[in-house]
């Protein structure tokens, strides 16, 4: 029996297990920070399959990691496990149906997430362990990616100073390893304090905070003209002032968020946010006040262990899909809205193929892998706090199908999924795949050497954390 065979059996004959936990945190769909019962339900399992845990770790109450095994190399493997507002949608079902009207849903397949790496990091203690071999293991159970991040938080704290290497992944429409990046960001509130009065008998003696965000906005939006391709800045108010046009309203909160490629261009254009909502409270005599609350640095994949991953995963092939899957899918694919519909159907021509098209939607389930090709790198719009990992530690984050292929990320089609047999089939072909290039990667200290090398190149000797050391994880406050 090969180094495959071994992980595939390890990580099976736990199946059951596996798919009742990630419908356990399914069901509990907590957001950033309130994470309890989900963290909970890994820590119990990882104490089970006899894992040390520390908790509360780097000032976050759900932040944890478990170890086990010991000695070099020291494998890193991310679990996230938050889930996004107002996407509460009953597991498995392919039309719009909340658990509970309003709640939480997991429209990003975190509960898969955090399942699949748990499932990964035992297998490899397992292995490691069969086999005589040396090497320490550590689950890092990472709250809040949807939120604040926390992994920032955690890089700062040094918990993946002595890790030699990190595998993550993330529930995808596709099986591969992406030569992809994703940008830097940085977030902050800015509070206008301004004076009220009589909106109609004095208002020469009001000074309006509102006035003063929506002259910050207007600004932001000339400001977008001088930007460069790629970067983005957007806002929501958060406290708009009141809802009386007779009162002058002396208070508004307004976030921003802005990206950009990189931490130091983010930064930059950050500050010229900044200058920008500076000079429209001097415009209208109000006091702003600028809270940074978050920052994640942009992501790439550690060339080295992303070639290592992709021929993993290009070994162990796709999830077995059978009719009963296709037929979920399809369902799936047909309860989006006309409009999201035709852009599907369009994009997945361009991607695969006019003269595809027609299997895939008859089969809409990514039954290959695509290979890992370091020359299609191209930026993608979102950010990721595994970007702090990535300066921390040689990090590589692998994707499965969990979803029909073309589905939309943070839907209710996305929550369904992710606790559906299709969800299911994706964790396990994830825990897989990560177990595996672990295993591969701890067998070759050359590689490790060599994916430590191009993370160093990359931060210039040392992980620097976007933010300041006064900012502190904004539990129960972002
Ligand atoms: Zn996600």
């Not at 899909?321 to 159907?345: C, G, T």
């Not at 006019?354 to 930026?379: F, M, R």
Request: glycine share 10%; with cysteine.
């Amino acid at each position: 029996m090969n180094d495959r065979e071994w992980l595939h059996n390890a990580v099976y004959a736990k199946r059951d297990s596996y798919a009742a936990l990630n419908d356990e945190i399914h069901g509990y769909a907590e957001t950033s920070f309130e994470e309890y019962r989900s963290a909970a339900a890994l820590i119990r399992v990882l104490k089970e399959e006899g894992f040390e845990v520390r908790e509360g770790l780097a000032d976050m109450p759900t932040c944890f990691t478990g170890t086990a095994g010991s000695g070099r190399p020291v494998i890193g493997i991310l679990g996230e496990f938050d889930a996004l507002d107002g996407l509460s949608q009953e597991a498995g079902v392919p039309v719009r149906k909340p658990v509970k009207e309003g709640a939480p849903g997991h429209g990003c397949g975190h509960c898969c997430l955090g399942t699949a790496s748990l499932a990964a990091a035992a297998a490899v203690r397992d292995y490691l362990e069969a086999h005589h071999l040396s090497g320490t293991v550590v689950y890092f159970g990472c709250p809040a990616e949807e939120g604040a991040g926390s992994k920032q938080f955690m890089a700062r704290a040094g918990l993946f100073d002595d890790v030699d290497f990190v595998y993550t992944w993330h529930p995808s429409t596709t099986n591969d390893v992406s030569a992809d990046c994703t940008t830097a960001i940085m977030g902050a509130n800015f509070e206008f304090t301004g004076i009220s009065a009589h909106a109609g008998g004095s208002p020469w003696l009001g000074r309006s905070a509102l006035d003063a965000a929506e002259l910050m906005n207007v600004g932001c939006n000339y400001l977008r003209e001088h930007i460069r391709d790629g970067q983005r800045i957007h806002y929501a108010y958060s406290d708009a002032g009141g809802s009386a046009p007779n009162v002058v309203p002396d208070h508004v909160k307004i976030k921003y968020e802005v990206r950009a490629r990189t931490v130091a261009e983010v930064k930059k254009l950050f500050e010229r946010v900044t200058k920008v909502a500076r000079g429209a409270a001097m415009m209208t005599e109000t006091e702003v006040r600028i809270d940074l609350t978050m920052a994640f640095s942009d992501f790439r994949n550690n060339s080295v262990l992303a070639e290592t991953a992709s021929a993993c995963l290009e070994e162990i092939g796709a999830p077995a899909w059978d009719e009963e899957d296709y037929a979920l899918a399809r369902a799936f694919l047909n309860s989006y809205e006309p409009v999201q519909k035709e852009a599907i159907i369009k994009e997945l021509a361009e991607t695969w193929g006019q003269e595809n098209l027609a299997g895939i939607l008859e089969k809409p389930l990514h039954s290959g892998v695509k290979p890992y090709d370091s020359s299609k790198a191209e930026y993608e719009g979102g950010s990721t706090d595994v970007g702090d990992v990535s300066y921390a530690a040689p990090t590589c984050e692998i994707h499965t199908a969990a979803a029909c292929m073309g589905n939309i990320g943070h839907t209710w089609q996305m929550a369904a999924q992710a606790g559906s047999r299709i969800g299911h089939k994706g964790l396990m072909t994830a825990a897989e795949a990560m177990a595996l290039a672990c295993i591969r990667m701890a067998a070759d200290p050359e590689k490790i050497r060599l994916a430590k090398e191009e993370t160093l190149k990359r931060n210039g000797g040392k992980y620097s954390c976007p933010l300041p050391d006064s900012v502190m994880p904004p539990v129960g406050k972002y």
